[in-house]
């Protein structure tokens, strides 16, 4: 019978302090400059193969469309690997600060 727990009764449990509010964590799980970039990225990849297809196809290579979808497909390639760079570098950033931060505490 050593292994029960201790009996609490609601009035214990009412009458402890409520838990301080300013002690949550209500940081967002994904800072807002990520999501900004995302949807910047989200919108290139929309917008920019299409019109580069549409820019092309007419002005470049004279109705040609097969020209123009390889070029609408080399902007999409072009869009996603500036995104893939980007979250890299800043990837990179931050692995830069947490070593720094490391450091000073260490010191």
Do not use: C
């Amino acid at each position: 019978m050593s292994a029960r727990r201790p009996h609490q009764s609601y009035a214990d449990a009412a009458a402890k302090p409520a838990q301080d509010p300013t002690d949550s964590d209500v940081t967002p799980v994904v800072p807002a400059d990520v999501i900004y970039k995302l949807l910047g990225f989200t919108v290139a990849m929309l917008f920019a193969p299409i019109g580069m297809y549409f820019l092309t196809v007419n002005m470049v290579f004279g109705g040609n469309a097969t020209w123009a979808g390889i070029t609408a497909a080399i902007t999409a390639n072009v869009v996603l690997f500036a995104y893939i760079y980007v979250a890299w570098k800043e990837d990179q950033s931050d692995r830069i600060e947490a070593e720094k931060s490391k450091s000073k505490k260490a010191q």
